[in-house]
């Protein structure tokens, strides 16, 4: 459980000094479960992590991320959901022992209501092997992130990470 954690406080630091804007929305891991772990989360458990193996869930702040509308600005909505999506795969990168460049190939959002309170993004890993990034071949993982705030489906984002080989320099 403590390896997860550090992996968690690791993505959290990684997105806070390699993209400022994730440290200026503050965005942060909720909770992060793989199969067969019961409580794995960044501060309070999560029933939905407990019960949904392989999910991570994040959020950010309504405040620093507000529009003229006083509700979540969209670009704040789909940079929380990207990050998301991106976080789960270096963390299964993490997990399985590989490296490898993570970039967004190509995403869809669709805004189903206005996000008027703390939301949280959930993504689920759809068991994708990691493998051929140790054979220098490229992985793709399509990922269905969802924004919830409370009991309503505020988003969906549905993309294509692409993780290319490391190249050695």
């Known amino acids: 459980m403590k390896m997860h954690q550090a992996l968690i406080d ?4 990684t997105w806070h000094q390699t993209i400022p804007l994730s440290q200026f929305m503050q965005v942060n891991v909720v909770s992060f479960a793989v ?3 019961t409580n794995i989360n960044a ?3 999560s029933l939905d992590a407990v019960f949904n193996p392989h999910q991570l869930i994040t959020t950010a702040p309504l405040s620093p991320n ?3 509308h006083n509700t979540m600005f969209a670009g704040s909505i789909y ?3 990207t990050l998301t999506g ?3 795969v270096w963390l299964q990168q993490k997990l399985a022992a590989v490296n490898g460049d993570i970039v967004l190939a190509d995403a869809q959002i669709k805004y189903h209501a206005p996000v008027r309170t703390q939301p949280t993004a959930k993504v689920i890993w759809p068991d994708v092997a990691l493998t051929p990034l140790l054979q220098g071949r490229r992985v793709k993982a399509e990922l269905t992130v969802e924004l919830w705030c409370d009991e309503l489906l505020c988003a969906s984002f549905k993309g294509l990470y ?4 490391v190249q050695v320099k």
């Open 35 to 37: 199969k067969n772990d």
């Open 43 to 45: 501060s309070t458990p």
């Open 10 to 13: 690791q993505l959290v630091a």
């Open 162 to 165: 692409v993780s290319l080989p």
């Open 79 to 81: 940079t929380l959901m």
């Open 86 to 88: 991106w976080g789960m």
């Open 66 to 68: 507000i529009n003229l």
